[in-house]
């Protein structure tokens, strides 16, 4: 890891729900809660954002077919490859444009309700929420702050939604941060703050910006319980969608799941969720870059957040701007600690190649980050680490009957000249990988 080569790994503490359980503090009462409050607020997303109308209000991506790269993976696997194989099309999710939309929507959402409450904007859960888009509470919202420290897609989702509902906003960000991000926000009304440390330090000064100020009220992407818990309803989404499809999750139809991982809230909480949910039958990996591997460091060392990807040399520098984090969430790390089952690392010239291929294979455009997750099937089944652990749980004699899900995580947003630029670097990648020996 410390030469920033790609590397798999196996997560030796990963437990069987039943063992787990009840320690984890959270469970489905609080999924359930999550869901329901979404759904209270879908009528006034859906005056909020036209592009909501089709779905009543909700936030949610399709579960795409995409046949022709998975042809591609199962020959890059040598025929090893087997099951069907799914893209989750967070990259496309209405409103924010990643998967941000669903963790940083929600937690904007339950600041929202606890204030009009307060402010007797709303009489409780079962008033009509879409009140809340007349200008007598954007009056009231507009005498708070919202604050995060973001690397960009966080930021954005925080933005939109507060900006809807009059939030004031404010976003610390790296100076590295992607520059149409920045001026995306500016444009919606937020306030940008740029830092030259990393995400860390932008965390840590919007966390202490707000600590004084009982009108500020600051996102946590660290340690959000509300972040985590609006990825983990995805789960409950997706369980739909695969019995639309009627694909079955059980011990003889497991299921994978192939997740992009930053600071380890979105990744996190769709694992609990789909854990909690699937139970022992579902098995998730982690997919970080090779300069930025925080949470699979903090997991495979035990030391969670307290270790740092520069304290091994690393730069934490990545293209996968959405995923250049040096530490993990402590509450993300302490939750995965016994759920997810591994993690991998992924080069950015891979990145490249993946989402260069995945365009020419399906006509999807996805940002780097996104692209991490798509070499996931084909190095569970060729790499010996992940060959071990198939033959080792019983996996492979059941390979035929499994359902493989890429999440992705961004790329909506993007103008065409910036994917056009990608693809371009896939090409060079593509390129140099046919010259070595």
């Known amino acids: 890891m410390a030469m920033a080569e790609p590397i798999f790994w196996i ?11 009840q320690g984890l503090g959270l469970g489905m009462e609080e999924i359930n809660d999550a869901a329901d409050r979404l759904v209270r607020f879908a009528p006034l997303l859906a005056a909020l954002f036209p592009e909501l109308a089709l779905t009543g209000g909700l936030i949610e991506s399709e579960l795409l077919d995409v046949p022709v790269f998975s042809r591609r993976v199962f020959e890059g696997s040598g025929g090893r490859f087997a099951g069907g194989l799914f893209v989750k099309a967070d990259h496309a999710l209405p409103v924010a444009g990643s998967i941000k939309a669903r963790g940083g929507v929600y937690a904007v959402l339950c600041l929202a ?21 007349l200008p007598a509470a954007a ?18 989702s925080i933005g939109v939604m507060g900006r809807a509902l009059g939030f004031r906003v404010v976003v610390h960000m790296s100076t590295e941060a992607k520059a149409w991000k920045k001026r995306r926000l500016r444009a919606l009304g937020a306030t940008v703050i740029e830092h030259d440390g990393d995400y860390s330090l932008a965390c840590a000064t919007a966390r202490q910006e707000a600590a004084g100020d009982p009108q500020t009220r600051f996102i946590d992407d660290e340690n959000s319980r509300e972040l985590f818990l609006g990825y983990a309803v995805a789960a409950l989404r ?6 639309a499809r009627k694909i079955s ?4 139809h497991p ?4 997740l992009p991982c ?45 270790i740092s990807v520069r304290d091994i040399g690393l730069t934490g520098r990545t293209e996968a701007d959405g995923l250049a984090v040096s530490r993990p969430s402590r509450l993300a790390a302490a939750y995965m600690a016994p759920l997810v089952d591994g993690g991998f690392t992924v080069a950015d010239e891979d990145m490249f190649l993946g989402l260069l291929q995945l365009r020419e294979a399906e006509g999807l455009e996805v940002e780097p980050s996104s692209a991490a997750v798509l070499s996931g ?25 499994t359902t493989h899900i890429l999440w992705t995580s961004g790329g909506a947003l993007i103008s065409s000249d910036r994917h056009k630029a990608f693809r371009e670097r896939g090409r060079e990648a593509r390129e140099a990988r046919s010259l070595r020996p």
């Open 11 to 21: 997560n030796p503490g990963r437990r069987k729900l039943v063992d787990c359980r």
């Open 113 to 133: 309700e606890g204030i009009a409450l307060s402010a007797g904007l709303i009489s409780g859960p079962n008033d009509v929420y879409a009140k809340l888009a």
């Open 139 to 156: 009056e009231v919202f507009g005498r708070f702050t919202l604050t995060t420290g973001s690397t960009g897609n966080l930021g954005l």
């Open 238 to 243: 997706l369980n739909d969608q695969l019995a």
């Open 249 to 252: 999750v059980d011990a003889e």
């Open 255 to 258: 299921l994978f799941l192939y």
């Open 262 to 306: 930053g600071v380890g809230g979105a990744p996190g909480g769709l694992t609990f969720g789909a854990r909690l949910v699937f139970g022992d039958h579902v098995h998730c990996f982690f997919v970080e870059p090779t300069q930025a591997p925080c949470m699979l460091l903090g997991l495979a060392t035990g030391k969670r957040e307290a």
């Open 377 to 401: 099937p084909r190095r569970l089944f060729t790499e010996p680490e992940g060959r071990e652990y198939l033959e080792r749980t019983g996996l492979l004699a059941v390979a035929d009957r």
